[in-house]
Every structure is written in C-alpha cells, then in structure tokens.
T-cell receptor, first 113, second 114 residues
Framework: GEDVEQSLFLSVREGDSSVINCTYT??????LYWYKQEPGAGLQLLTY?????DMKQDQRLTVLLNKKDKHLSLRIADTQTGDSAIYFC?????????????FGKGTMLLVSP | KAGVTQTPRYLIKTRGQQVTLSCSPI?????VSWYQQTPGQGLQFLFE???????NKGNFPGRFSGRQFSNSRSEMNVSTLELGDSALYLC?????????????FGQGTRLTVV
C-alpha cells in the first residue's frame, strides 16, 4: 500500500531557508502536494507538482522531486515566523481504481526570531 | 469566490449518540472528500462523493456514512459514537473527481466525544 514519510520536526531561525523532506512509495503517483496547517485551522494547499516535473518554484517556495528515489522536498526561502505551522506532504495515488490523497504525518516547522 | 465551508466548527457529543457534519464545497466544484485527522493516525481518507454518488471509501466501519446533494453539498454521519471518534473532520472540494487537480480544504469540524 501507499506510505508517505516525513520527519516530525524542524526548527530554523527567521531569515534562514527551511527544507522539509518527504518520501513516498507509490510509483504511480500522478501529483504530489504540500499543505500547510496552522493551529486550529484546516489545510491550506501551498503548491503541488506533477510527477513528470523535477522542480517547481512559486515565490519563496521551491519543490524538488526525485522520482527515482521517490523523494520530495519543500524549500522555503527567507523563512518567517508566520511560516511556523505543520506541513503535510501528500501523494495522489490509485485506490481501488480511484485516486485518493495519502498524507504523511506532518512536519512541525518552528521558526524562531 | 467563497471557500469550502464546514459546519459546525465544534461539537461535543456523548458516547452512543449520532452526529451529522456538513460541507459546502467551492461553487462549481462537484467532488467532495472527507478526511479524519487524529494525533495518532494523522489524516485518513473517509470517502469521496461526485455528482451525488460515492466514488470511493476508506477503511472505516459502517458507522461512518455520507451523502451528497444535487447542489454538491455533502454531509457525513457517524452513528453510535465512540470515544475514538474524537477528531478533526476535514472536507475537501475539487473541480474534478479524485485528486488529479487541486483539492481545497475547509477549516474542519472538531468533534469531541465524551
């Protein structure tokens, strides 16, 4: 079955870059997503990458995809205290003929001033 | 464009009761998916509806059910509540079935079973 793994915690200082890593197992994944969840809130879609791409950049966010190693990363440049949240990696994988999102357990990013 | 709206935001129920949660997707979106989020299990897929039909179902007992109306609004129902059903229930809408496109989440309904 599908499995998405993420490290649980990352701490950085304001202004530094943050890199959150994710590995997945389903080679048939078509899309890979990054979501952000702030305390008491739902999930906010940050960005996604199609499986035939290697990289996608969107302002301060850079997504890198290594399909061979099934490794996905999210880089946040010039990290701000407002970026403190839990970040979820998710893959779109087939389940009984239909695609569903499978999430990692989330990485808590703590940004200190 | 209004986002995904889930009601109520918070609920407290006692064991054995039943509960109904509501989700209104983004206007024009016909696919609604439901997820359960708990600290131990993370985010787990419950089911997906598209055009009033359940397309896919996760590995949850039959106490969990749902439906979708002709205006794409969806409800999920949990009967005979157990303490372990305490969770944040999230709804996501997308314009096409499955997750080939972007899925947008509501803020969730926090259910506490006592």
């Amino acid at each position: 079955g599908e499995d998405v793994e993420q490290s649980l915690f990352l701490s950085v200082r304001e202004g530094d870059s943050s890199v959150i890593n994710c590995t997945y197992t389903d080679s048939s994944s078509t899309y890979l997503y990054w979501y952000k969840q702030e305390p008491g809130a739902g999930l906010q879609l940050l960005t996604y990458i199609f499986s035939n791409m290697d990289m996608k950049q969107d302002q301060r966010l850079t997504v890198l995809l290594n399909k061979k190693d099934k490794h996905l990363s999210l880089r946040i440049a010039d990290t701000q205290t407002g970026d403190s949240a839990i970040y979820f990696c998710a893959e779109s994988a087939m389940n009984s003929g239909y695609s569903t999102l499978t999430f990692g357990k989330g990485t808590m990013l703590l940004v200190s001033p | 464009k209004a986002g995904v709206t889930q009601t109520p935001r918070y609920l407290i129920k006692t064991r054995g009761q039943q509960v109904t949660l509501s989700c209104s997707p983004i206007s024009g979106h016909r696919s609604v998916s439901w997820y359960q989020q708990t600290p131990g299990q993370g985010l787990q897929f419950l089911f997906e509806y598209f055009s009033e039909t359940q397309r896919n179902k996760g590995n949850f007992p039959g106490r969990f059910s749902g439906r979708q109306f002709s205006n794409s609004r969806s409800e999920m129902n949990v009967s005979t509540l157990e303490l372990g059903d305490s969770a944040l229930y999230l709804c996501a809408s997308s314009s096409i079935p499955g997750t080939g496109g972007e899925a947008f989440f509501g803020q969730g309904t926090r259910l506490t079973v006592v």
